[in-house]
Nanobody
Framework: QVQLVESGGGLVQAGGSLRLSCAVS????????MGWYRQAPGKVREWVAG???????NYADSVKGRFTVSRDNAKNTFYLQMTSLKPEDTADYYC?????????WGQGTQVTVSS
């Protein structure tokens, strides 16, 4: 059973930074892919950033150049470093890992960016 726990959300002013963490039970070496998603109030959940087993990363256009996804294999943890935050980044953020074709989600962490 894979379990994910996000942390690091909070309230920040526009232009500020936050780092989200996604702690994963089990070795992250077994994961084919990992992604960060977000869901704003009244909107559908959208993909934000991802990292695959090789370490290659990819980003949604809306966050490219501002967000960075990374991993710490020793800590079995993924991160989303968010800089130059905007009010439109306000959302619940979720991490997801894919293991042998199965998706596993965390419970989410709230990010609020004030103008």
């Amino acid at each position: 059973q894979v379990q994910l726990v996000e942390s690091g959300g909070g309230l920040v002013q526009a232009g500020g930074s936050l780092r989200l963490s996604c702690a994963v039970s089990g070795s992250i070496f077994s994961f084919n892919a990992m992604g960060w998603y977000r869901q704003a109030p009244g909107k559908v959940r959208e993909w934000v950033a991802g990292i695959i087993k090789s370490g290659s990363t990819n980003y949604a256009d809306s966050v490219k150049g501002r967000f960075t996804v990374s991993r710490d294999n020793a800590k079995n943890t993924f991160y989303l470093q968010m800089t130059s935050l905007k009010p439109e980044d306000t959302a619940d953020y979720y991490c997801k890992v894919v293991v042998s074709g199965t998706n596993y989600w965390g419970q989410g962490t709230q990010v609020t960016v004030s103008s």
